[in-house]
């Protein structure tokens, strides 16, 4: 059984928006880190952003002022509000727990748990 589950991805023109959940399976989200990834064609794994267990967050430059994290631990679920999206914000999605947090540093693919299978964004004409 997948701990994560990402949904929420698709197809969207440039400037469009999209919201991505990621909903545990089998455990409670409460005392998590959770973070989203990405990882486009030919291109590392890049952390994106994360929220603490207790509500604080953290983005990369490149999403800041666009893309909104947020959790509901009684759904188990961790949203992406993405906003005007770009072709660059083309990739697959992943979320992921973990029990480390920085307020200054992007989520890194070796401090995570568990891990989702991901969904597909792509930013097309």
């Known amino acids: 059984q997948v701990p994560l589950v990402e949904s929420g991805g698709g197809l969207v023109q440039p400037g469009g928006s999209l919201r991505l959940s990621c909903v545990a399976s089998?455990?409670?989200?409460?005392?998590?880190?959770i973070a989203w990834f990405r990882q486009a064609p030919g291109k590392e794994r890049e952390g994106v952003s994360c929220?603490?267990?207790?509500?604080?967050?953290y983005y990369v430059d490149s999403v800041k002022g666009r893309f909104t994290i947020s959790r509901d631990n009684a759904k188990k679920t961790v949203y992406l509000e993405m906003n005007s999206l770009e072709p660059d914000d083309t990739a697959v999605y992943y979320c992921?727990?973990?029990?480390?947090?920085?307020?200054?540093?992007?989520?890194?693919?070796?401090?995570?748990?568990?891990w989702g299978k991901g969904t597909l964004v792509t930013v097309s004409l």
């Open positions: 992921a727990t973990s029990h480390y947090y920085s307020d200054y540093d992007p989520p890194d693919t070796t401090d995570m748990d568990y």
């Open positions: 089998g455990f409670t989200l409460d005392y998590y880190t």
């Open positions: 929220i603490s267990s207790d509500g604080r967050t």
